[in-house]
Nanobody, 128 residues
């Protein structure tokens, strides 16, 4: 059984940087397709970044492209580095894994469909 445990995040002023980590506990099977999602109050959850180790691919939402980086820090940890943060980046951030790789092999790797294992969520707050 695989569990995703998140750490990091917090509060920062606009223009600052934060990292959030997602550690895979248990079996690594199915952790090659990983994504980061966020949900702001009153808004739907949206994908911000994803990576597929099998193909070496990464994807980013237009709103974070050039400011966020998704990387694998260790075999068991995926990190979302966030630079030049803005107040509109304030949200609860979730990591997720797709054990069937269907999301990463689809044309919409940032869509929620396919991700079947979720972290507990980490708050990121950016003040102006």
């Amino acid at each position: 059984q695989t569990k995703l445990e998140q750490s990091g995040g917090g509060s920062v002023q606009a223009g600052g940087s934060l990292n959030i980590s997602c550690t895979v506990l248990g079996s690594f099977f199915g952790s090659e397709c990983m994504g980061w999602f966020r949900q702001a109050p009153g808004k739907e959850r949206e994908g911000v970044a994803a990576r597929y180790d099998g193909g070496g691919d990464t994807w980013y939402a237009d709103s974070v492209k050039g400011r966020f980086v998704i990387s694998r820090d260790r075999r068991d940890t995926v990190v979302l580095q966030m630079f030049n943060l803005a107040p509109e980046d304030t949200a609860m951030y979730y990591c997720a894994a797709d054990s069937t790789y269907s999301a990463c092999l689809s044309t919409r790797p940032l869509a929620l469909i396919g991700y079947n294992n979720w972290g507990q969520g980490t708050q990121v707050t950016v003040s102006s």
